[in-house]
């Protein structure tokens, strides 16, 4: 209930300050919105890499042009659904990124992170996909650094004063398996920050090292969650095994139907081995349909979240209902 009320106050919030863009400002945005879309269209549906890099290198001038427009960061582009839009739960920023797909099936990333400034000008922070030329994924990085990909949520917590914002983003890395990234964000002297010792394994049966960045690889075709769950005040994600049993080659890997998540303590995500204790009756497993990859997930990174997150909760909600009757 306190996640819905928080929502709904920053809905509100963000209305009523949206109304600060001049009507003249707005019919602008509107007028370059159209030709960000139809650029933002053949970047992904460009049927040779030079038309989708052309685009692209069309895209970013207009877009930087239009975010300068003052009190841009109210401005959702909602029309343009290949352009990922994260918020922070403050309203002090936001996060918009977008795919470009090679010819090999392989993709790079750009983004920009944009500050909600007092006076509306625009105060911007490049995002440069570094992931394709490091080697060590476990890095704290800058923008320069970044590990390129898709956000398509972000969470806030507090610590001490300090305040952290998640990130989970999804990466459709190569021909043979894709990616999920959940990492963290801070700012330092006003500069972000990416990544950081907040992923502890401190709790496991069997102690691992903290890591900087958590990332999940598996099949291409395969659907796997990494999401926050409201209801659940936790993070959940999908446990992988090899359908090979080859558990060096990270492409043959699929989830098995079991969850493991994150819990915030302290300042830190702390991993949970197990999720839901109670067996799920046979056949009742929370398990999808694989989806037309071509057909969604670039123009709807979140549909396969959605769809996991559903029946996560439904595994729950039996669980629950289970001790209940005991």
Same mark, same amino acid.
């Given at each position: 209930?306190?996640?819905?009320? @928080?929502?709904?106050? $920053? ?24 030709? +960000?879309? !139809?650029? $933002? ?44 839009? #994260? ?7 936001? #996060? ?14 750009? =983004? #920009? ?10 105060? +911007? ?22 590990? =390129? ?5 972000? /969470? ?7 305040? %952290? ?6 990466? @459709? ?26 992923? $502890?394994?401190? !709790? ?13 690889? %598996?099949?291409?075709?395969?659907? @796997? ?31 098995? +139907? ?11 995500? #702390?991993?949970? !081995? ?21 057909? /969604?997930? +670039? ?28």
């Amino acid at each position: 209930m306190k996640f819905l009320i @928080a929502t709904l106050f $920053s809905f509100l919030t963000f209305t009523a300050t949206a109304q600060r863009i001049s009507s003249t400002s707005q019919t602008a945005l509107r007028t370059v919105e159209d030709t +960000l879309r !139809e650029l $933002s269209y053949n970047i992904i549906h460009g049927k040779e890499q030079a038309v989708r890099e052309r685009s692209n290198d069309e895209f970013i001038p207009k877009l930087v042009k239009a975010l300068k427009t003052p009190y841009s960061y109210y401005y959702p582009f909602d029309s343009i659904l290949t352009m990922a839009k #994260v918020y922070a739960a403050d309203s002090t920023f936001r #996060v918009i990124t977008w795919p470009l797909e090679h010819d090999n099936s392989t993709f790079r990333h750009f =983004g #920009v992170i944009q500050m909600n400034t007092k006076d509306g000008s625009l105060k +911007l922070f490049p995002l440069f996909d570094n992931s394709d030329f490091s080697k060590n994924t476990d890095t704290i990085t800058n923008t320069k650094g970044w590990y =390129g990909c898709l956000y398509y949520a972000m /969470i806030q917590r507090r610590f001490f004063n300090n305040e %952290y914002y998640t990130l989970f983003g999804w990466d @459709a890395n190569s021909q043979t398996s894709q990616k999920k990234i959940m990492e963290m964000l801070t700012f330092k002297n006003g500069e972000p920050v990416f990544g950081g010792p907040y992923f $502890s394994f401190a !709790e496991d049966t069997v102690r691992k090292p903290t890591r900087n960045r958590f990332i999940i690889e %598996y099949k291409r075709d395969a659907v @796997a969650a990494l999401n926050f769950n409201p209801e659940m005040d936790m993070v959940v994600y999908d446990h992988l095994i090899s359908e090979t049993g080859e558990e060096h080659k990270k492409y043959t890997y699929v989830p098995d +139907l079991d969850f493991e998540g994150f819990k915030w303590k302290a300042g830190k995500w #702390v991993h949970i !081995e197990k999720v839901f204790h109670d067996a799920l009756e046979q056949g009742k497993a929370p398990v999808v349909a694989p989806i037309d990859r071509k057909r /969604i997930d +670039l123009t709807r990174p979140r549909t396969a979240e959605d769809i996991m997150a559903e029946e996560a909760e439904k595994a729950a909600q039996k669980g629950r209902k289970k001790k209940k009757d005991r």
